[in-house]
């Protein structure tokens, strides 16, 4: 696992795993899951894009830029492509999908502490 990944995917999990909690209590367990899923894979997806631009960066700025920037877009559409099939065609509740995939977002200002800038 690449190290830079741990903590961020240690605080929206744990953040996530609360929200399932509390929408499992409400019998909405399935709906918050798929939310919770969406959230991993974003912060997966951007973790993985900050090392390989970092990687990059140190040959060719311009190019670890571009990286950024195409995995902005890629990131967009994949995630508006997964909740249009989680609230559309899966028939998820639309609550409990937002909100646990925003509170993980949200969870990422404590990973983001302490840095100067985005990609330290």
């Known amino acids: 696992m690449i190290k830079s990944l741990s903590q961020p995917l240690k605080i929206q999990g744990a953040i996530g795993l609360v929200a ?7 019998g909405l367990a399935l709906s918050s899951a798929y939310g919770f899923f969406i959230g991993i894979a974003n ?9 390989k631009a970092n990687d990059t960066a140190e040959d060719d700025p311009k190019t670890g830029i571009l990286i950024l920037y195409m995995s902005a877009v890629i990131r967009f559409v994949l995630l508006a492509v997964l909740f249009i099939l989680g ?13 646990t995939f925003v509170v993980m977002q949200i ?4 990973n983001l502490k302490g840095k100067r800038r985005l990609t330290d």
Do not use: C, H, N, R
């Open 107 to 110: 969870g990422q200002m404590f």
């Open 20 to 26: 399932l909690a509390i929408f499992a209590t409400q």
């Open 87 to 99: 609230l559309s065609l899966f028939k998820f509740e639309p609550m409990p999908v937002v909100l």
């Open 43 to 51: 912060v997966l997806m951007l973790s993985v894009t900050f090392k």
